[in-house]
């Protein structure tokens, strides 16, 4: 992950890419842990969130 990289820009490509990994979602929660993270980015975050539970982005790679 670059050191740069917004939550917003990471969320942007999980929507464009319908596809959530746990790659990406630990990449997510090392910028929520640092704290690097602004309104803008936390609404991106609340747009992830909708597309996950209304199924237009798909969690894949998860093992039960």
Request: hydrophobic share 40%; glycine share 4%.
């Amino acid at each position: 992950m670059e050191d740069n990289m917004r939550l917003k820009t990471i969320v942007e490509q999980v929507i464009s890419a319908k596809t959530l990994t746990p790659s990406v979602e630990n990449e997510i929660n090392h910028l929520l842990w640092s704290k690097e993270f602004d309104t803008v980015d936390m609404e991106a975050l609340s747009k992830l969130i909708d597309v996950l539970l209304n199924g237009t982005v798909n969690c894949v790679g998860y093992t039960d």
